[in-house]
């Protein structure tokens, strides 16, 4: 089973070196990604936040969909736990 994450703790996550991001209900550690994020810094204004929006309205998100489920695979680490989502 999953690791269940609140909100609270995925909040602490939200500095350069440390982010963390909900996309869908699953919590990512994004943080070894930031160097490589072709958007530059822009993955930092959803750090610590729920960036499902976001991520499903960027067009080049859906043109590049196999390699972005790759790299959310690897920094997959649980869910988070809040109505609606666990």
Known sequence: ?????????????????DIWI????KVYDVSSYV???PGGDIILKH????????FNNVSAHA??????KNI????YIGECKI????
Do not use: E
């Open 72 to 75: 959310l695979c690897k920094t």
């Open 35 to 37: 160097a490589d994020h």
């Open 63 to 68: 043109i590049v969909k196999g390699l972005i």
């Open 47 to 54: 750090a610590g936040k729920d960036a499902t929006r976001y």
């Open 1 to 17: 089973m999953a690791a269940q994450i609140t909100p609270a703790d995925i909040s602490k996550h939200c500095s350069k070196d």
């Open 22 to 25: 909900i996309i869908d209900g």
């Open 83 to 86: 109505d609606g989502y666990s």
